[in-house]
């Protein structure tokens, strides 16, 4: 469409005076949507199969599609996989800290304990 | 940090309510010998969950459009519509609000299921994390709309790029957060 190639040209072109960023493609952004929302139907199709409820991929099938969504989201919509190295060590290591302050709270709160 | 902190208190409570209505398990009430469902209506939330992860799209289709307002030229009425920011400003906001509708929705379901945030520590931890959630996109919601304001007064252009740009880095944080809340609370048992 000529519309999109209008825009896959401003995606590609040297950053502007206004902005330093570079951003992708629309035609990326739709795909994003669609990945986000084939893992979104993937998960409750998850929830809905017993022998998979069942078993012991269940919780940790889960956690890897979310984290999926959450990375896809942060690196392209957050455009973080085209910002500078700072802004993503400004965005990794405080979620490090989040992600480690979350797990210390889940052992001092005996969360692990009852099934170790 | 604050949402860390909110969702390891929902985690710690997790399966540690001593009456119901619970998450995923039926229950019956010792009372009224009634058998009662669990209480989370997946459907609901997935539909919301979509309708979220939609938002931020139309929110990044937003930012392109300021970006690269007035530098290609528009032939067609459709080309200028779906160039246009205060198309997918409108389409963000609407989305966000559909959302904290289902939310609304799902809040008052629960109450008149017998589950409010006294009833046990599902509930509490439960209100608590989803109610300050939907406090932030009610606020990114605001933010929109003041975009949108801006918007239909001079006309947002590639100079203000960096403050839709700011909202947009927002709108997808609370997208995350809720990425992380839909899979830990509502669909893992």
């Known amino acids: ?48 199969v017993p022998a998979i409820v069942a078993s012991r991929a269940f919780v940790p099938g889960l956690l890897a599609l979310s984290a999926l969504k959450f990375a896809i989201v942060v690196m392209f919509y957050m455009h973080l996989k085209y910002d500078h190295k700072l802004f993503r060590a400004l965005f990794t290591g405080p979620l490090m800290i989040a992600g480690a302050t979350l797990i210390a709270l889940m052992f001092l709160f005996g969360h692990f304990v009852a099934k170790l | 940090m604050l949402f860390v ?16 209505p619970f998450p995923h398990e039926t229950w019956v009430d010792p009372t009224s010998g009634h058998q009662l469902h669990a209480i989370l209506n997946i459907p609901v939330t997935s539909a919301s969950t979509f309708t979220l992860l939609m938002s931020s799209l139309f929110m990044v289709l937003a930012l392109a459009a300021v970006e690269n307002k007035g530098r290609f030229p528009m032939r067609t009425w459709w080309q200028r519509r779906l160039a246009s920011s205060k198309l997918w400003l409108w389409a963000t906001a609407i989305a966000g609000t559909t959302f904290l509708g289902f939310q609304a929705f799902e809040f008052t379901s629960f109450v008149h299921e017998g589950l409010s945030i006294r009833t046990n520590l599902f509930g509490s931890s439960f209100f608590t994390l989803t109610g300050f959630h939907g406090a932030h996109v009610t606020a990114g919601v605001i933010w929109l709309l003041t975009l949108l304001s801006i918007d239909y007064k001079r006309g947002l252009g590639p100079a203000d790029s960096l403050k839709v740009d700011i909202a947009a880095l927002y709108w997808h944080f609370v997208d995350v957060v809720w990425i992380a809340i839909f899979t830990l609370v509502y669909l893992i048992k």
Do not use: N, Q
């Not at chain 1, 995606?11 to 206004?18: Q, S, W, Y």
């Not at chain 1, 992708?24 to 795909?31: C, F, I, N, V």
């Not at chain 1, 949507?33 to 809905?48: D, K, N, P, Q, R």
């Not at chain 2, 902190?5 to 119901?20: A, Q």
């Open chain 1, 1 to 48: 469409m000529e519309h999109d190639t209008a825009h896959s040209d401003a995606a590609t072109h040297a950053p502007d005076a206004h902005h330093e960023e570079y951003h992708p493609e629309w035609s990326t952004y739709w795909k994003v949507a669609l990945i986000l929302t084939v893992i979104t139907v993937g998960e409750v199709w998850m929830y809905y």
């Open chain 2, 5 to 20: 902190s909110l969702i390891s208190t929902y985690l710690i409570y997790k399966g540690r309510s001593r009456v119901g």
